[in-house]
């Protein structure tokens, strides 16, 4: 047969496709792109599926079109799989830039995350792909050069690279969206990565406890005593005799109550009779109105053997321990009755005995040193219970970092001041107070400039420099326990002259505080000295809050 050049297509125009196989050289290591995508959109299917369902779906398609591409070119050569496998990876691309440039539907947190590890090997992947289609489809042909192996040993190089690759970039720590890892690092105990959030909620407990250490028995009554929040008549910051302004707290006169105040105080005794106070070495001096330390180690039971000698019922509740009903310390509606309504109320001349347990979660967490600080207080009638003084302060240390005494080995000398406005017109001793410590004529106690005089800014009870002496040596490891208590002005800003403490392991020397917060503050000090120790408040500096400690060098 002839042909004839006017009539086309003819053996000399161009050829018509053809269906037979492409025999790009580099079939095996397209199948091998393919698997390596496939593999990369499998291991982030369960993230997608948790973010939008819709995703996950999409994702889980693709990788199942991944596998096919990838199984269809190791064994069958033909321009239609090259297209599939084109068309494919160009829209997992275009998707990815959309997602990374615009953001998807329900899901904008992508936005900006060029430099996600799998990502880009997801991408390469399917870059790669779209070049070897576009090669083979435009008869980019072994012609019978490559023969043998080459093929295979192209795809298997592939295929490893591909493995390797997307095995080190699900270990990348850069595999969370920067923002998020990045706000997830500033958590203490916190890291992006799965088996970091396994950590964190492992160390938030929720098993059920067994007590392995040892029982801390405390006695403790609610007493009535008469407290004197200036007992040295004098502002001690200053030297100086008080000025007017810290008359308006601390002068008795005429329808004012001066500086001191009947309340109810936590006291320890030594033993059940409650006949011996436990003593109070001049060292403690400065715990002035708080109840006895609590101490104890992570694995111990607290026992607290109370007793109530104040004229109105009381009781203990603690913060951050474990108790049952019989222990909180709290009268509400809690579905509880008979002995598990015994902790509520403490009646006057009563007693009861509230057993704490420390679990791991009452302990120093993945950020704290080796001690957390909680409180316990009387939550009968929890406002005029505080202000007539029923506070103390708990510190529980680490499991393996005990004193014998339930303190911290690792530190020199531990404080615990308590910031707080006491406001004394709403405790319950008001009018025993007025007729105790004022002199007639008896103002109307919703008179301004009366309520204002019974506003004592105190540090554990003393103002204007009144609380003795806190003395450490230079380069001692000193622990600040620091706590609030009150209402609405009671946000305080403790500051340090002279040295610096380490909070959360953030540098500071003013810490913040609002009512039952507690903050545990570390110092080294290295400034020997007789410094002020003050709330920063200018309103509370100036009406008393404010005393002072002493580095011997
Ligand atoms: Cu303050």
Partial sequence: MSCDASQPPCAWGPPPPQPGPLRSPLRFAAAACAATAALVHTLVMEDHFESARYLGVL????????????????????????????????????????????????????VGNWAEPLGIVALTAEGTLVALALGALRHWR???RLRGHSPVLAGTLAL????????????????????????????????????????????????????????????ISADPVVWNYAPDGRNDTTGKPFDEVADTYVRSGPGRIGSSYLKCLYRGYTD????????????????????????????DTIKVVFRNTCPFPASVHPHGVFYEKDSEGAPYDDGTSGPDKSDDAVPTGGRHTYVWEVPERAGPGPGDGSSVMWMYHSHTDEVADTYAGLMGPMEITAQGMARPDGGPKDVDREFFELFSVMNENNSPFLH????????????????????????????NGYVFGNQPLVTMRRGERVRWYVMSMGTEVDLHTPHWHGNTVLVSGMRMDTVSL????????????????????????????????????????
């Fill in 59 to 110: 994702f889980a398609l693709y990788a199942l079109v991944c596998a096919g591409v990838a199984l269809l070119l190791a064994r069958r050569d033909t321009r239609v799989v090259w297209q599939i496998a084109a068309g494919s990876s160009l829209l997992a691309i275009a998707a990815y830039a959309w997602s990374r440039a615009v953001g998807l539907p329900q899901i904008d947190d992508d």
């Fill in 142 to 144: 072994a012609e019978g």
């Fill in 160 to 219: 490893a690279l591909g493995l390797s690759g997307t095995a080190l970039a699900a270990g990348a720590p850069g595999g969370e969206h920067p923002a998020r890892s990045a706000a997830m690092a500033g958590m203490p105990g916190m890291t992006a990565d799965a088996q970091g959030a396994d950590a964190h909620w492992a160390a938030t407990q929720g098993a059920p406890f067994h007590s392995d250490g040892v029982t801390r028995t405390y006695y």
């Fill in 272 to 299: 059940a009779s409650f006949t011996r106070l436990q003593p109070h070495p001049a060292d403690e001096q400065y715990l002035g109105i708080l109840g006895p330390v609590i101490r104890a180690e992570v694995g």
């Fill in 432 to 459: 025993e107070n007025l007729r105790r410590f004022a002199q007639a004529p008896y103002p109307n106690p919703d008179d301004e400039e009366f309520q204002e005089s019974n506003l004592m800014h105190s540090i």
């Fill in 514 to 553: 609002l009512p039952a917060s507690m903050v545990v503050a570390d110092m080294v000090p290295d400034d020997p000295g007789t410094w002020l120790f003050h709330c920063h408040v200018n309103d509370h500096l100036i009406a008393g809050m404010i005393t002072r400690y002493r580095v011997l060098s």
